[in-house]
């Protein structure tokens, strides 16, 4: 069974800093990473990132979010610097499997005042 265990998200002021982790379990997957949804938008991608360590990021964050994973302890890390009022949304953990199955963590709440 595949689990998916999201945690740091948060309330942080404009400029500011957060990290979120996203512990996984049940299976070996090809790529993980982070996807965010704010009111009345559509669940957008943030950043991936391969078993191999090939990495892959919106244009809105590059620069500022560092996405990193730990083979050994099947979990990924979001590190988020320069928070923005407009990087509020759930962020979503997001895994996909050897055999391209995708599985969703339940979402981290991220607020960012100006």
């Known amino acids: 069974q595949v689990q998916l265990v999201e945690s740091g998200g948060g309330l942080v002021q404009a400029g500011g800093s957060l990290r979120l982790s996203c512990a996984a379990s049940?299976?070996?997957?090809?790529?993980m990473g982070w996807y965010r949804q704010a009111p009345g938008k559509q669940r957008e991608l943030v950043a991936t990132?391969?078993?191999?360590?090939?990495?892959n990021y919106a244009d809105s964050v590059k620069g500022r979010f560092t996405i990193s994973r730990d083979n050994a302890k099947n979990t990924v890390y979001l590190q988020m610097n320069s928070l923005k009022p407009e990087d509020t949304a759930v962020y979503y953990c997001?895994?996909?499997?050897?055999?391209?199955?995708?599985?969703w963590g339940q979402g981290t709440q991220v607020t960012v005042s100006s």
């Open positions: 997001h895994a996909q499997s050897l055999s391209r199955r995708d599985y």
């Open positions: 049940g299976s070996i997957f090809r790529a």
């Open positions: 990132i391969t078993i191999g360590g090939s990495t």
